[in-house]
């Protein structure tokens, strides 16, 4: 699937998409998701709400693109009818998309499947888990509903909608509604493997403290942008990982990120500022990079101006590192679905 989805982008973007709208509903029944983690992929994928009806009696679910549930409309729209199943996209005034009926299909396909395994949907169990604002009494209650045993160390990992699975996860899986939109999310052993790009892997803890694990796995996932191989773990950042977690990032930028800005217009300036604070030296900086030692000691000269501080004294190493880490955050378009065109494309 995979490789076809590389030849066909090249040829037909929106041919390519609407293979994507399969692939990711194929791993999210692979990972036994329920009804509300289908609906809320199909609205993201979409980019508007989606809602569902089983049979004219029953109460109407919507969910928004943001993953979130929404009120009962007034009226339905324009509607995919299988047997005592009805899906929709709603677009208001708006034209359909392009992959609207691809989207729809796949929808009450595996909403289908989903109904014939179990007829009551599941709780979102992994949702509560990862929010601490629920009662840990409700937090434990839905770890154990999810098989998530006490006494050993697991973490939590994210991905994009539209990430491509190279080792698939052997936990409990769904689909999560963050600010940032929904992600596809899963529980695993701390000593699990698993592949996939891009992804963001959380630190190990227990069982009653994977809401951090959860928030540090999306912080690296946001970071995976710049990841060699897609796969940005929390475990190298340290205690860094949970305060960078912990700490929501301002609307506007502050002195230090602002040069880490500046220097990103540089096609220089950001890998050198990450081997600086990764590297022990100049020299070995110099060598990360592969420049002469000069070049490295005209480029920090430059680094330092636009901090205002150099960035190899003592603590002015991790303040520069903590920049740069904040800017990446800020910047990151990991998480910018790749929706499906709202209309047909013209030849």
């Given at each position: 699937?995979?490789?076809?989805?590389?030849?066909?982008?090249?040829?037909?973007?929106?041919?390519?998409?609407?293979?994507?709208?399969?692939?990711?509903?194929?791993?999210?029944?692979a990972g036994r998701v329920g009804t509300d983690g289908l609906l809320s992929a199909a609205a993201a994928l979409a980019g508007s709400p989606v809602g569902m009806r089983r049979g004219a009696?029953?109460?109407?679910?919507?969910?928004?693109?943001?993953?979130?549930?929404?009120?009962?409309?007034?009226?339905?729209?324009?509607?995919?009818?299988?047997?005592?199943?009805?899906?929709?996209?709603?677009?208001?005034?708006?034209?359909?998309?392009?992959?609207?009926?691809?989207?729809?299909?796949?929808?009450?396909?595996?909403?289908?499947?989903?109904?014939?395994?179990?007829?009551?949907?599941?709780?979102?169990?992994?949702?509560?888990?990862?929010?601490?604002?629920?009662?840990?009494?409700?937090?434990?209650?839905?770890?154990?509903?999810?098989?998530?045993?006490?006494?050993?160390?697991?973490?939590?990992?994210?991905?994009?909608?539209?990430?491509?699975?190279?080792?698939?996860?052997?936990?409990?899986?769904?689909?999560?509604?963050?600010?940032?939109?929904?992600?596809?999310?899963?529980?695993?052993?701390?000593?699990?493997?698993?592949?996939?790009?891009?992804?963001?892997?959380?630190?190990?803890?227990?069982?009653?403290?994977?809401?951090?694990?959860?928030?540090?796995?999306?912080?690296?996932?946001?970071?995976?942008?710049?990841?060699?191989?897609?796969?940005?773990?929390?475990?190298?950042?340290?205690?860094?990982?949970?305060?960078?977690?912990?700490?929501?990032?301002?609307?506007?930028?502050?002195?230090?990120?602002?040069?880490?800005?500046?220097?990103?217009?540089?096609?220089?300036?950001?890998?050198?500022?990450?081997?600086?604070?990764?590297?022990?030296?100049?020299?070995?900086?110099?060598?990360?990079?592969?420049?002469?030692?000069?070049?490295?000691?005209?480029?920090?000269?430059?680094?330092?101006?636009?901090?205002?501080?150099?960035?190899?004294?003592?603590?002015?190493?991790?303040?520069?590192?903590?920049?740069?880490?904040?800017?990446?955050?800020?910047?990151?378009?990991?998480?910018?679905?790749?929706?499906?065109?709202?209309?047909?494309?013209?030849?």
């Open positions: 699937m995979q490789e076809l989805l590389g030849r066909l982008r090249a040829l037909d973007p929106n041919a390519s998409q609407g293979l994507r709208v399969i692939a990711c509903f194929d791993e999210l029944m009696r029953s109460p109407v679910v919507r969910v928004g693109p943001d993953g979130r549930r929404l009120e009962a409309p007034s009226s339905l729209p324009p509607e995919l009818s299988t047997d005592d199943l009805q899906v929709w996209i709603e677009r208001g005034e708006q034209s359909p998309g392009f992959n609207d009926a691809i989207i729809l299909e796949r929808l009450a396909l595996s909403l289908r499947v989903r109904f014939d395994e179990s007829p009551t949907p599941a709780p979102r169990d992994l949702a509560l888990v990862f929010d601490d604002a629920v009662e840990p009494a409700v937090r434990h209650a839905a770890a154990t509903r999810r098989g998530l045993a006490s006494g050993v160390m697991l973490r939590a990992i994210v991905a994009p909608l539209f990430a491509v699975w190279r080792l698939r996860p052997s936990g409990p899986e769904d689909v999560v509604a963050t600010d940032f939109g929904p992600v596809h999310v899963a529980v695993v052993s701390a000593s699990a493997e698993v592949a996939a790009s891009p992804l963001g892997v959380g630190i190990a803890v227990e069982r009653d403290d994977l809401a951090l694990s959860f928030r540090t796995a999306l912080l690296a996932l946001r970071l995976a942008d710049s990841a060699p191989d897609g796969i940005s773990r929390a475990d190298e950042l340290g205690v860094l990982a949970e305060t960078l977690a912990d700490r929501p990032i301002r609307p506007r930028m502050d002195a230090d990120e602002a040069a880490v800005a500046r220097l990103a217009d540089h096609a220089w300036g950001l890998p050198t500022l990450d081997a600086l604070v990764r590297s022990t030296s100049v020299r070995d900086a110099a060598r990360i990079v592969g420049v002469h030692h000069s070049t490295m000691s005209a480029r920090i000269d430059t680094i330092t101006a636009e901090f205002g501080f150099s960035p190899l004294d003592g603590w002015a190493r991790t303040r520069a590192a903590v920049a740069l880490l904040r800017w990446r955050v800020r910047t990151s378009r990991v998480l910018d679905l790749p929706a499906p065109a709202s209309t047909p494309a013209r030849a």
